[in-house]
């Protein structure tokens, strides 16, 4: 299979998959949900909480973060992490157009 020509597609349909495919693990999800429900930083609890591997659990925090959804800071020897306001303020912004841009066809299929 060739690769996919993302250079063929608008920004913001880039822009829209590389937030979507962020999201499209129920682990990142989870992570997620955790760090909203704690409504703070959080800082390395998520083995306990999730029940995965660290490994597993930074590699997911790292598309995370790649994708922007979360920004992190460093303090000592930790890393924490939180929402990133403006970007999740631009995936609900892009994830509500593309849902509301469908209008609904009558006698279709």
């Known amino acids: 299979m060739g690769l996919t020509k993302t250079e063929i597609f608008s920004v913001e349909q880039n822009r829209l998959a590389q937030l979507l495919k962020a999201l499209a693990h129920p682990a990142r999800v989870a992570i997620l949900q955790h760090i909203m429900r704690a409504n703070t930083c959080i800082c390395g609890d998520l083995v306990e909480e999730l029940g995965l591997a660290q490994a597993t659990i930074s590699q997911h925090l790292k598309e995370l973060k790649n994708a922007g959804l979360i920004q ?19 995936l609900e912004k892009e994830v509500a157009g593309f849902i509301q841009s469908y209008k609904g066809i009558s006698g279709c299929c």
Request: charged share 15%.
């Open 72 to 90: 992190g800071t460093i303090e000592g020897v930790s890393v924490c992490y939180c929402i990133h306001p403006e970007n999740w303020k631009l």
